[in-house]
């Protein structure tokens, strides 16, 4: 079985402040794990990956996430936030079954708001 | 081509109507995933397909839903007689290996 809990429901930082969006999973296997972003009206955009490879992961727009197996966390951050950050992310998580079938799991969601 | 293509954007059904939602996975992608996003961001698996074989559909509800991806055509998402609380976002994502799934851009619909 397989979670994941977003811890903020809501996150509010200044532009050009570090962004933290903080991600706890729970996986039976080793997981593969994924942040995505939501902006409004738009389809779910791929920000980053994990898949046992490098704990540190470095995604597009500047957005990079650890993956620390000892605490079950894969924290989003971004040293500088922009007004365009503005947007729903979401921790994904899925086992590494070995079976590319198996479904995703969703965390609650993290709102980003960005103040000028 | 390189991007699920859902159809269409938005559908406003009255009550009791059918519903279809169409999606076009990226070609060569052997998986298909229906998730349905309601209020507060909650995502849930409905089904998805390993070519047109259903490979998990325990999320589906069995009473009005149901879903078919067909060779050589889009595949699709149905459901009969709509509820109030169907209305959601309804995403399709294709992928083939797990480690990168791409999604479309939603449906959203609303039933009034």
């Known amino acids: 079985a397989q979670s994941v809990t977003q811890l903020d429901s809501h996150v509010s930082v200044s532009e050009g402040t570090p962004v933290l969006l903080r991600c706890n999973y729970s996986?039976?296997?080793?997981?593969?794990l994924f942040w995505y972003v939501q902006h409004p009206n738009k389809g779910l955009q791929l920000l980053l990956k994990?898949?046992?490879?490098?704990?540190l992961v470095k995604g597009i727009n500047g957005f990079e996430a650890e993956f620390k197996k000892s605490e079950t966390s894969f924290h989003l951050t971004k040293p500088s936030a922009h007004m365009s950050d503005a947007a729903e992310y979401f921790c994904?998580?899925?086992?590494?079954?070995?079976?590319?079938?198996?479904?995703?799991?969703f965390g609650g969601g993290t709102r980003l708001m960005v103040k000028p | 081509g390189e991007e699920v293509a859902q159809t269409p954007k938005h559908l406003v059904r009255g009550e009791g109507q059918k519903a279809k939602l169409y999606c076009a996975p990226i070609?060569?992608?052997?998986?298909v995933f229906w998730y349905q996003q309601v209020l507060k961001n909650e995502f849930k698996f409905l089904i998805s397909?390993?070519?047109?074989?259903?490979?998990?559909e325990t999320g589906m509800p069995k009473e009005r839903f149901s879903a078919k991806c067909l060779p050589n055509s889009p595949c699709s998402l149905e459901i009969q007689a709509t509820k109030l609380e169907d209305s959601a976002v309804y995403f399709c994502?294709?992928?083939?290996?797990?480690?990168?799934?791409?999604f479309g851009q939603g449906t959203r619909l609303t039933v009034v």
């Open positions: 994990y898949t046992s490879a490098a704990t």
């Open positions: 994904v998580v899925s086992d590494q079954g070995g079976n590319a079938g198996n479904m995703l799991t």
């Open positions: 994502a294709s992928s083939q290996h797990l480690s990168r799934a791409f």
């Open positions: 996986s039976s296997y080793s997981p593969s």
């Open positions: 070609k060569g992608h052997s998986y």
């Open positions: 397909f390993q070519n047109e074989n259903v490979f998990d």
